[in-house]
């Protein structure tokens, strides 16, 4: 029987998942988005257009290849619309090439609702979430109060919907939260109606059985290892589990059935919203790396935060993942710094620690080692040997470091600005 690949990201979301998993499409007969929402934006860029993807697998853009939202990603059929929609206008027809799990959960109008109102409610202790009511859904998942794709199909569903309703607007009056959800709730309900069109399956069932029948399947998750319910940086992470094992859990998939583990990193660091960032730069460096590499989020539009590479945090998480090929990208951002930095240890109240600790406080210092820079346009190389020394000096450091190789490494946004070694 085959297995299943997986590819996530290793560090704080935003690592550029979207576009490799477009570049690796062509190896594979099914994409499965396995985990998250429509808070995490792939981008893809090829033949001069631009696609944000935000629930849909990237593989959609590869013809004949079929795509599968697990029963781990919680759906936002408002969005999800918007987003077939806009696909269709390119030539992409998605009731072809989708299906969706029935045991994934529903984003109800008033998820939205409750997310603005938790937000609200913690003052200046804000997560810094992007309110489009990811974790209020999985917070009903898991309290078992949650509405799934399923129960479309159920002549109960309008009393399913009115309960669900009801029960977060209890809530809303609890916390005083003043609201007006008419308007959401019509787009909702013409939404819900356009995701009947699609095939609704037994996900489990459906990866298994392609497996069985020796199809190639890669699982693509979404955000980034740092941002796991309980391996990142609590409680300023996401409300999914982002590592490999969510793969399996967010697929139906058995662990023994893991094959290659793609973890992917940028060559500096980046994170959005609140919580602590070992390496983050408050200088001209930083506002540089955030210039050239375009560092707002691709669903928000939110300036990222902005620091060199932290090989503490992303050996981390290779261990975490059982990562097996490293991919590199954005490496061009830093084609004209002088010095480039690494983050090999942590500085803690005196003592160093190459591991990553329980709580990330502001007492932490990086420690760096530095890299003279490469100083040409990575852009116009071809192949790994074209790469100045300077570089590849950068790539196999990272290399020594985690005992993992870096097999594919990003230049540019395009498609073909990607270097397989």
């Known amino acids: 029987?085959?297995?299943?690949?997986?590819i996530l990201g290793l560090?704080?979301?935003d690592e550029g998942k979207g576009k490799v998993?477009?570049?690796?499409?062509?190896?594979?007969?099914?994409?499965?988005?396995?985990?998250?929402?429509?808070?995490?934006?792939?981008?893809l860029e090829f033949n001069g257009e631009k696609y944000v993807l935000r629930s849909i697998p990237s593989g959609i853009f590869q013809g004949g290849k079929t795509n599968v939202i697990g029963n781990g990603v919680v759906i936002d059929a408002i969005l999800f619309r918007a987003e077939a929609e806009e696909l269709a206008k390119s030539?992409?027809?998605l009731t072809r090439q989708l299906c969706i799990s029935k045991k994934a959960h529903l984003i109800l109008p008033t998820h939205r609702i409750l997310d603005a109102a938790y937000e609200a409610a913690k003052g200046s202790d804000k997560i810094g979430t992007t309110g489009k009511g990811i974790g209020p859904t999985y917070t009903d998942k898991v309290s078992r109060n949650g509405m799934r794709v399923g129960d479309l199909l159920s002549p109960d569903f309008p009393q399913i919907y009115a309960r669900a309703k009801a029960r977060h607007e209890a809530i809303l009056r609890g916390l005083g939260y003043d609201y007006d959800v008419a308007e959401l709730e019509a787009q909702w309900f013409g939404a819900v109606d356009y995701l009947r069109r699609f095939r609704l399956v037994d996900s489990e069932y459906f990866i298994n059985s392609a497996l069985a029948e020796g199809k190639s399947v890669l699982a693509e998750g979404a955000q980034g290892t740092l941002l796991d319910v309980d391996f990142g940086s609590y409680p300023f992470v996401t409300s999914s589990n982002t590592v490999c094992a969510g793969a399996c859990t967010g697929l139906g998939v058995a662990p023994g059935r893991i094959g290659e583990v793609f973890g992917i990193f940028k060559a500096y660091c980046t994170r959005?919203?609140?919580?602590?960032?070992?390496t983050e730069l408050f200088d001209e460096t930083g506002d540089r790396l955030c210039s050239i590499g375009h560092e707002f989020g691709a669903v928000t539009g939110r300036k990222r935060r902005c620091g060199w590479l932290d090989l503490v945090a992303l050996k981390y998480s290779i261990m975490i993942n059982g990562v097996t090929q490293l991919i590199m990208m954005k490496s061009d951002v830093m084609n004209d710094f002088d010095t480039i930095r690494v983050a090999t240890a942590y500085e803690i109240d005196g003592r160093q620690t190459t591991g990553f600790p329980y709580e990330v406080s502001g007492s932490l210092k990086p420690v760096h080692t530095d890299f003279e820079g490469w100083k040409c346009d990575l852009r116009g190389c071809k192949t790994y040997d074209e790469f100045p020394a300077a570089f590849k000096r950068y790539v196999e450091f990272i290399e020594r470091e985690t005992g993992v190789p870096v097999r594919i490494i990003?230049?540019?946004p395009d498609r073909g600005e990607t270097i397989v070694r």
């Open 1 to 6: 029987m085959k297995k299943v690949d997986v």
């Open 11 to 13: 560090q704080w979301g």
């Open 21 to 43: 998993v477009d570049v690796l499409t062509p190896r594979y007969e099914v994409v499965a988005r396995f985990q998250g929402g429509p808070n995490a934006g792939h981008t």
């Open 91 to 93: 030539g992409h027809d």
């Open 272 to 278: 959005v919203g609140s919580g602590p960032f070992p």
């Open 410 to 412: 990003s230049v540019g």
